[in-house]
Nanobody, 126 residues
Framework: VQLQASGGGLVQAGGSLRLSCSAS????????IGWFRQAPGQERQGISC????????RYSDSVKGRFTISIDNAKNTVYLQLDSLKPEDTAVYYC????????????????????WGQGTQVTVSS
């Protein structure tokens, strides 16, 4: 599976962005897809994921209520809508995926992800 993340940019605090993660080489039918981010000097942090089999979503406390993950299976693409952005959301955002035949909660544990896209930079100015 090849993943390509896009949609990052520079935005003012309170603004919005929509990130895309396009997959090729396989459908995402039996995958969970996650978004992670890494700020300078910090470890990569999982912020949201979705289990494609049943659409279950999960969010970290830092983004819950502000970010929304969704999937368009016709386009084999996962989106992350970023609303009410804060300067502390500034980071490189990555999408990743792992194979799962289970429904229910996906995981935000970086080590279980098999495939990664390149990062896309999100910068939020105050």
């Amino acid at each position: 599976v090849q993943l390509q993340a896009s949609g990052g940019g520079l935005v003012q605090a309170g603004g919005s962005l929509r990130l895309s993660c396009s997959a090729s080489g396989s459908t995402l039918e039996n995958y969970a897809i996650g978004w992670f981010r890494q700020a300078p000097g910090q470890e990569r942090q999982g912020i949201s994921c979705i289990t494609n089999r049943d659409g279950t979503t999960r969010y970290s406390d830092s983004v819950k209520g502000r970010f929304t993950i969704s999937i368009d299976n016709a386009k084999n693409t996962v989106y992350l809508q970023l609303d009410s952005l804060k300067p502390e959301d500034t980071a490189v955002y990555y999408c990743g995926t792992y194979l799962t035949y289970y429904s229910g909660n996906c995981r935000l544990t970086e080590q279980i992800y098999d495939y990664w896209g390149q990062g896309t930079q999100v910068t939020v100015s105050s």
